[in-house]
């Protein structure tokens, strides 16, 4: 490995460890213009310690490091929060005072313990970022000629008042004092570069492996994995960590639920205890949230990350591929992109029909398939389907397809075919949509990478959800037959779980096994080949790696949460298999990282960023739908209020006369009720813990202290 530590638990030393490398696509060897790219980064205070080439002709990948007098000086920059040894409170780090900052007892820092794996990334990865093609006054360079002699484009475009300015002073077509695009980020769009990654350090993700795979109640290593791969990935494995922790208590309160109903020979459809799982399922989930949050907010604090609304904004880095018209800010008076919010308002509205339009299209394709299972079928509820009073979504010629004898035969291994033709039509979309959902996020142009990640969440999450819920909601409050919808939940709920631990676990496995195949045989080739082998690449085989995406690990564990709380009096028994499942999701997602996938950008933030509000939004509706499980979907409150309910001729559960009001009238009632109690727990629990709120006021008494005496000093002199 390029990144062999000095002792243990210590980074080697910045100036001879390539931190970032840069793999140059084919298009661009051949040509000076990587030597001019290396020269403009060494500008900058970049240094390229090294570099490799797949054979003459082949693609560059070169390895990228940096001075520690340019790293201190980025951290001041960005004003990187740091803990001071002598107060103990955290404050905008200054080289002139690092000595303040030393801690040697961390791991994965440096020897003086003054920045980590992730932060000599991060702030690597800013450099050259913010490295643009000419300085701002910079007529032209040796880089920027060969550039405009292969026509790319990387100036900016001006304001109208700009322009209007400069065509009154006829110096329109003298523009070269303003700041181009980010060089990289140029490239990187014409195709000159193929990836830009920090590199993986072999000892450290071995040791963060072994520590995930073994310590399975202690949770994952969560200071381990924020030191080496940043608060994005850390905050992941503390939220999945805290989530299957938490998860123990509805687990086995399901598993006893289910066993009293075994033992009484109760139906789910009738089983008056349930409701009893389904209400302390809502209140464990609220508490749930409630006390994540506060962690959430302690980790934040912890690692320099809790900043206001404000501070984000400048904070968090500007997305390169931001673009608008260059004008003088209003509040510096210095240039600075802008792009209006109200077009961006218009692409929402555009991105919202789109979007619409394919749930359509998704609504109708379950509608067909419920239909091809049988689901759908008037026959099923004479009383309520009748000549006068048709059923609107059955489609005669597909639900004839699983009656006794034909092609879906309900009563034969056949009947799962439209299950699987519906669970495929379902990844079709999906993965559809993916690729018109992150066109339409680039289309909306979002200023910071946060902003942009957290619309494109959005997006992916109400179309993803939609396809995994609509058949489960229309089943219980549409049908509102709950065994048909126990049926469904359950089939759909134990396939995914086994789908995705086999997709994240076996096949990332055995992919491994092949590789690792795959390069011993051809080691022994060349042993016993004459001719000269070709010399080992360190940085080549890493931009070889699959490159990690997180949504589908968040994706995956939000649905299944949403199965776990929307319908839980339909299916305790979820909630225990949820926390076996998040033991092994765990460890499937820290092997991806540790062996299948190139080591992720680092990228700041303060939480779990928009999935928290997803969740609490899980929350708020799992209120009603348990609720109108157990009143309307069920006969559990039959055993309670048998006076408000009676069986028909084909036991199907009915509202005595005028009585269906009054039970609409207390279940809405008593979901407000349990509203009302999320609200007050949500009022009584502050989301800052009382040791991170004694830090903060701790911190604020030190700045009045440390401003008072430079103050008593400006007097004396």
């Known amino acids: 490995s390029y990144l062999p530590l000095m002792e243990e638990g210590k980074l080697s030393t910045l100036e001879t460890t390539p931190i970032i490398f840069v793999k140059f696509s084919a298009k661009a060897t051949g040509d000076d213009l990587i030597d001019l790219v290396n020269s403009r980064l060494g500008e900058k205070g970049l240094v390229i310690i090294s570099r490799e080439q797949e054979g003459v002709g082949g693609r560059v990948v070169i390895g990228i490091t940096t001075t520690t007098a340019r790293l201190e000086y980025e951290a001041k920059v960005i004003r990187l929060l740091k803990k001071r040894k002598d107060t103990s409170v955290m404050e905008a780090f200054d080289p002139e005072f690092k000595e303040m900052y030393h801690d040697r007892s961390k791991s994965f820092y440096d020897l003086d313990g003054l920045f980590s794996e992730n932060e000599r990334c991060l702030l690597i990865l800013r450099i050259l970022e913010d490295t643009k093609v000419l300085d701002v006054g910079e007529i032209s360079s040796n880089l920027s000629r060969k550039m405009d002699l292969l026509k790319i484009n990387y100036r900016r475009k001006l304001s109208w008042k700009l322009r209007r300015y400069h065509s009154r002073n006829d110096d329109i077509n003298n523009l070269k004092e303003y700041p181009t695009q980010s060089l990289t980020f140029v490239l990187e769009r014409e195709g000159y570069i193929e990836v830009i990654a920090p590199l993986h350090h072999t000892s450290m993700r071995k040791r963060i492996w072994k520590e995930t795979l073994w310590h399975i109640f202690r949770g994952p290593p969560v200071e381990l994995i924020h030191n080496y791969y940043g608060e994005e990935i850390s905050f992941y494995f503390a939220w999945m960590g805290f989530l299957t922790q938490w998860s123990c208590f509805p687990g086995i309160l399901g598993l006893a639920t289910y066993i009293l109903r075994w033992y009484r020979q109760d139906s789910i459809m009738m089983d008056e205890y349930t409701p009893f799982y389904g209400l302390i399922t809502f209140l464990w989930s609220v508490f749930f949230l409630k006390y994540w949050k506060r962690h959430e907010v302690r980790l934040s604090y912890h690692w320099g990350v809790l900043l206001g609304e404000y501070e984000k904004q400048k904070y968090f880095k500007v997305r390169p591929e931001f673009h608008g018209r260059l004008r003088k800010s209003p509040v510096t008076g210095n240039l600075e992109v802008h792009y209006p919010y109200f077009r961006r308002l218009l692409k929402y509205a555009g991105s919202a029909l789109i979007t619409i339009a394919m749930l359509y299209i998704a609504f109708w394709t379950m509608i067909s398939s419920l239909n091809m299972q049988g689901y759908i079928n008037p026959k099923h509820d004479p009383s309520r389907w009748t000549d006068e009073n048709s059923h609107p979504f059955h489609w005669p010629e597909l639900s004839r397809l699983a009656e006794p004898g034909n092609i879906f035969d309900i009563n034969t291994m056949r009947s799962l075919l439209p299950s699987i033709l519906h669970g495929a ?17 680039k289309w909306e142009n979002h200023e910071t990478q946060l902003s942009f990640s957290n619309s494109l969440i959005l997006k992916r999450f109400m179309f993803e959800a939609f396809d ?40 990332p496995l055995i992919i491994q096994r092949l590789n690792r195949k795959r390069k011993t045989e051809n080691n022994e080739k060349k042993k016993n080949d004459n001719s000269i082998s070709k010399p080992h690449l360190p940085l080549s085989d890493q931009a070889e790696l ?3 995406e997180q949504f589908d690990d968040y994706m995956e564990i939000i649905i299944q ?103 609409i009238f207390i279940l809405v009632g008593f979901e407000h009720i349990l509203l009302c109690m999320k609200l007050l727990i949500y009022a009584i629990i502050p989301d800052v ?6 830090e903060l006021e701790r911190k604020h008494f030190v700045q009045e202290e440390e401003s008072r005496k430079f103050e008593k000093q400006k007097k004396r002199m």
Request: with cysteine; proline share 3%; aromatic share 16%.
């Open 425 to 441: 039509t379902i990844f079709a979309f999906n993965t559809l949509y993916r690729i018109v959902a992150t066109y339409l996020t």
């Open 468 to 507: 995994c819920y609509i058949a489960l909601f229309y089943l219980a409050f549409y049908e509102r037959d709950i065994s048909k919808l126990r049926s469904e939940l359950v089939s759909v709920f134990n396939i995914d779980t086994v789908r995705r631990l086999t997709l994240e676990c076996l096949v």
């Open 546 to 548: 699959d490159e990690y």
């Open 561 to 663: 949460f949403g199965y776990v709380t929307l319908f839980a009096s339909a299916y305790p028994l979820a909630s225990l298999i949820m926390v076996f499942a998040n033991l092994i999701e765990i460890r499937c997602d820290m092997f991806k990282l540790t062996f299948i996938c190139r080591k992720p950008r680092p990228l700041r933030c303060d939480g779990i960023a928009v999935w928290g509000s997803l969740l609490t939004g899980i929350v708020i509706l799992s209120a009603l739908t348990n609720c109108l499980i157990f009143g309307f979907t069920s006969g559990q409150l039959m055993e309670w209020w048998p006076h408000f309910y009676t069986l028909d001729d084909s036991d199907h559960l009915r509202f005595n006369d005028n009585k269906g009001w009054l039970m």
């Open 689 to 694: 813990p009382e040791d991170v709120m004694d």
